[in-house]
């Protein structure tokens, strides 16, 4: 059975679904989006989802009409219903409107909610047991003055992107993307953090990444286990020198990360804090979150 894709309230196949080709985020990167994940039947942390999307619409503008938070969460539940979808990954992605020409004024700004659903392994396991290794991207992210790195956008994806090539030209698993300052801002789909001495450190929203609800998750998990965790701006030198370093992203989870720029992080294998961490969010996962009923 194939699955359907929510377009607007309307449920269509998913080979049979399209977008106009006048869709602003078609044209011009106009949108918004967020990818969500289900486990065991439970959406994890679906308001905090919907809230960003929202936020991001209302920070750029968008015309959301009668698209509230418990609209949108309908909608997201409704279309894992429909695909009996238990456990995997949810694409929620929101547009401007219909039309030719970058104003707003100029176009239909009836914006558009589409909602599908897909099964996604970032990482095969050994990754998770061995951890990753890095690179410095020479790509940066863009300064927060220019777009406030909360804004989860399509546009400003296009540097992630570059960064990500940057990574597969050297058969890294991840990229550290900096700010314009040379500070450590995020990697290109995925938080960071490091822990010294037994403290959690990861850089504020401010040094341009998106605020992560992994990320946050990842703090509230290891907070509960009794470690200090900090927001602190970081420089490529505090990952070299990190007794352990570990990345996190609805896509990829909570997942160790081991060199960076053919540095050694620590000894090289994944620390234990960051295992406590990684055990802690796989159970939690598993039994929080909104039931699919
Ligand atoms: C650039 C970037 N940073 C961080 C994250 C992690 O955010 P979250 O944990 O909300 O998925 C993502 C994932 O969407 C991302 O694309």
């Known amino acids: 059975m194939s699955d359907f894709v929510y377009i607007n309230g309307d449920f269509v196949p998913a080979e049979q679904a399209t977008v106009p080709i006048f869709d602003h985020g078609h044209l011009y ?29 209302r920070a750029l503008g968008f015309n959301l009409g009668s698209l509230t938070e418990s609209y949108v969460n309908d909608a997201i539940v409704e279309t894992c219903k429909r695909n009996n979808h238990q456990n995997g990954y949810i694409r929620v992605n929101l547009t401007r409107g219909t039309g030719l020409g970058l104003d707003p004024k100029h176009i239909d700004t ?9 099964q996604l392994a970032l990482y095969p396991e050994e990754m998770y047991l061995n951890g990753l290794s ?93 470690f200090t965790v900090r927001e602190e701006t970081l420089s490529v030198y505090d990952i070299y020198t990190a007794d352990e ?12 990360a081991v060199v960076l720029d053919e540095r050694l992080i620590g000894s090289g294998k994944p620390g234990p804090i960051t295992n406590r961490v990684i055990d802690a969010f796989r159970a939690h996962v598993k039994v929080s979150g909104l039931v699919i009923d």
């Open 29 to 57: 990167g106009d949108g918004v989006f967020e990818g969500v994940r289900v486990y065991n039947g439970r959406i994890f942390r679906l308001i905090e989802h919907t809230k960003r999307l929202l936020f991001s619409a």
């Open 110 to 118: 009836n914006p558009r909610l589409v909602i599908a659903t897909k």
């Open 134 to 226: 890095m690179i410095t991207c020479a790509t940066r992210v863009p300064s927060p003055d220019a777009i406030d790195p909360r804004i989860k956008c399509t546009g400003k994806y296009i540097n992630n992107i570059m960064a990500k090539m940057e990574a597969n030209r050297v058969g890294a698993g991840e990229g550290i993307m900096l700010n314009q300052q040379g500070y450590v801002a995020e990697a290109t789909g995925d938080n960071v953090f490091v822990i010294r001495d037994g403290v959690i450190v990861t850089p504020p929203p401010s040094s341009g990444c998106l605020k992560g609800i992994t990320r946050q998750a990842a703090m509230d998990l290891a907070t509960d286990l009794g």
């Open 245 to 256: 370093c570990f990345l996190t992203g609805t896509a990829a989870e909570v997942i160790p």
